[in-house]
Nanobody, 115 residues
């Protein structure tokens, strides 16, 4: 019943920007921790950024200063603004909603950064 739908992925040159969106349904969005994860070929899925119900932010060290997570409560949508993209950022990006012990995932959106 819970659905997370990502959008905004694509192909971009190094140094460019993308904005990912995740629209959530069937949850009270504002009380869940929302996060973005990514999985590159041959690697484990890793946390990129998260925002808690209280608005606290967490970022992977590799994206600090370049990526920003935010949410629009009225639209039930969480965003990931990605600036200064690097080829190493290439991965499938997944939206996550967490309310321990429950965890839901979106289908993912591909981000490819060319050299």
């Amino acid at each position: 019943q819970v659905q997370l739908v990502e959008s905004g992925g694509g192909l971009v040159q190094a140094g460019g920007s993308l904005r990912l969106s995740c629209a959530a349904s069937r949850i009270i969005f504002s009380i869940w921790t929302m996060g973005w994860y990514r999985q590159a070929p041959g690697k484990q899925r890793e946390l990129v950024a998260a925002i808690t119900r209280g608005g606290n932010l967490n970022y992977s060290e590799s994206v600090k200063g370049r990526f920003t997570i935010s949410r629009d409560i009225a639209k039930n949508t969480v965003y990931l603004q990605m600036n200064s993209l690097k080829p190493e950022d290439t991965a499938v990006y997944y939206c996550n909603a967490d309310h321990n012990p429950l965890k839901y995932w979106g289908q993912g959106t591909q981000v490819t950064v060319s050299s």
